[in-house]
């Protein structure tokens, strides 16, 4: 199977500490997206790449988050100082560049910041 | 596995009869619609897209219907199993942009 992998699949941490989170999309795919997604809502979006270019970053990403794809492939979002309020899943997406594509989801990161 | 949307709106219904999920969308700009299932502890799976030029969309047992006229979008499932089991969201796409803005969604329960 190659679709979306997502790493680690659960992550608990204390308050105040640091994590990250790795995204490999489908390999054909230039476009990869965060979304976050918690209890009884739909997901909600983050940040958006094209290829290693971030071009759309949601006013949910607070200076405490950063997300990199370096080399145009995988992504890692990472949450400085992490507070209760940002345990939730952590989705990543990809597609193809092309027209209107659907985004292909991955089965997420489960934060949990205690 | 963790259930996903424990307060969502329910549906309820017999195997082997007709499942109807509706979802109203918030913006007339929008030209691109996809139905996504999530299971419990997965990510959101593709079920079957639909764009604004179109009206009606047939896949594998399911058919999206799209009325713009009202800002309107449906997904029948045909012949509903028990796999067909889990919270069923619609999410729209505005014409111009890459993100996709999901709505609140449904649960699908079947009942045998």
């Known amino acids: 199977d190659t679709g979306v992998s997502q790493d680690p699949r659960h992550k608990i941490t204390k308050r105040g500490q640091n994590v990250t989170f790795r995204c490999d999309p489908i390999?054909?795919?230039?476009?990869l997206y965060w979304y976050r997604q918690t209890l009884g809502q739909g997901p909600e979006f983050l940040t958006y790449f094209q290829n290693e270019a971030q071009l759309e970053k949601s006013r949910l990403l607070s200076d405490r988050f950063s997300a990199e794809r370096p080399k145009g492939s995988f992504s890692t979002l990472e949450i400085q100082r992490t507070e209760q309020g940002d345990s939730a899943m952590y989705l990543c997406?990809?597609?193809?560049?092309?027209?209107?594509?659907?985004?292909?989801f991955g089965n997420g990161t489960r934060l949990t910041v205690t | 596995g963790e259930s996903v949307g424990l307060h969502l709106p329910t549906l309820s219904v017999q195997e082997g009869d007709n499942s109807i999920i509706n979802c109203a969308y918030s913006?007339?700009?929008?030209?691109?619609f996809i139905w996504y299932k999530q299971e419990s502890g997965k990510g959101p799976q593709f079920i079957i897209d639909i764009r604004s030029n179109m009206d009606k969309r047939q896949g594998q047992r399911v058919t999206v219907l799209l009325n713009k006229t009202v800002k309107h979008l449906s997904l029948q499932i045909a012949a509903t199993q028990p796999g067909d089991s889990a919270v069923y969201f619609c999410a729209e796409k505005i014409q111009g942009a890459q993100k996709l803005v999901f709505g609140q969604g449904t649960r699908l329960t079947i009942n045998p």
């Open positions: 997406a990809s597609s193809r560049e092309q027209g209107n594509s659907p985004l292909h």
């Open positions: 390999s054909e795919h230039n476009r």
């Open positions: 913006n007339s700009a929008s030209d691109y």
